[in-house]
């Protein structure tokens, strides 16, 4: 199985700054994804994240507000910007396992907003 | 557009009932489909796709084109069982995954 770890947990956070996730997985992932899971609610893709170029967003979503980066094959960054209240949920990072085809998750960054 | 619809946002059933958790999609191409389990306190992990045609914990899962269904089925549900079930799309060659909203399953003693 391939492996995601992703940081921080949960944090809370004051409105009108920016919190930046991390993402780390193995070699057997090939594609990466950000979703958001909201309070009661399904998880909405936000975007997939491209290896040295920009990430490829999902309608709704947009670079100044989510901009996401992918420098190497194992790594990936959220940041959120400039956060409101209507921000706070679950962040999940997940990633496409090579040959398999499985959607691996991380275990989520749980954002409040203040 | 692609869309996947879960009707059931809850589902109580008794410990050794048939369970059965309904999915629908649309997709104009051939989809994926997946259902994938979220446990308390664990992060999501799938089930079972359809392609693999197989049985994991007792459930199984028939894809449905002419329906355009995926429903999710259990002969005799265990407690442990209890857990949000996602059913999921993955659409142009695995480059994208959708979710539906989900049902919480809740298998009584």
């Known amino acids: 199985s391939a492996v995601i770890s992703q940081k921080p947990s949960r944090d809370i956070c004051q409105r009108g700054t920016s919190l930046t996730i991390q993402c780390q997985v193995d070699s057997q992932v090939t594609m990466m994804f950000w979703y958001r899971q909201q309070p009661g609610q399904s998880l909405t893709l936000i975007a997939t994240?491209?290896?040295?170029?920009?990430?490829?967003?999902e309608s709704g979503f947009v670079i100044d507000k989510f901009p996401i980066s992918r420098p190497n094959l194992t790594f990936s960054t959220l940041t959120v910007s400039n956060m409101s209240p209507e921000d706070s949920s679950i962040y999940l990072c997940?990633?496409?396992?090579?040959?398999?085809?499985?959607?691996?998750f991380g275990e989520g960054s749980r954002l409040t907003v203040l | 557009a692609q869309r996947v619809t879960q009707p059931e946002k809850l589902l109580s059933v008794f410990k050794g009932a048939p369970v059965e958790l309904k999915c629908n999609y649309s997709y104009s191409g051939s989809p994926e489909l997946f259902w994938y389990v979220q446990y308390s306190r664990q992060r999501l992990q799938l089930l079972l796709r359809?392609?693999s045609r197989e049985s994991i914990k007792g459930f199984t899962a028939d894809l449905n084109k002419g329906e355009t269904s995926f429903h999710l089925k259990k002969p005799f549900a265990q407690e442990e069982d209890s857990a949000m079930y996602y059913c999921a799309l993955s659409a142009h060659n695995f480059n994208k995954f959708y979710f539906g909203s989900g049902t919480k399953l809740n298998v009584k003693p």
């Open positions: 997940s990633g496409l396992q090579r040959n398999t085809g499985e959607l691996f």
């Open positions: 994240a491209n290896q040295g170029s920009e990430a490829t967003y």
């Open positions: 359809h392609i």
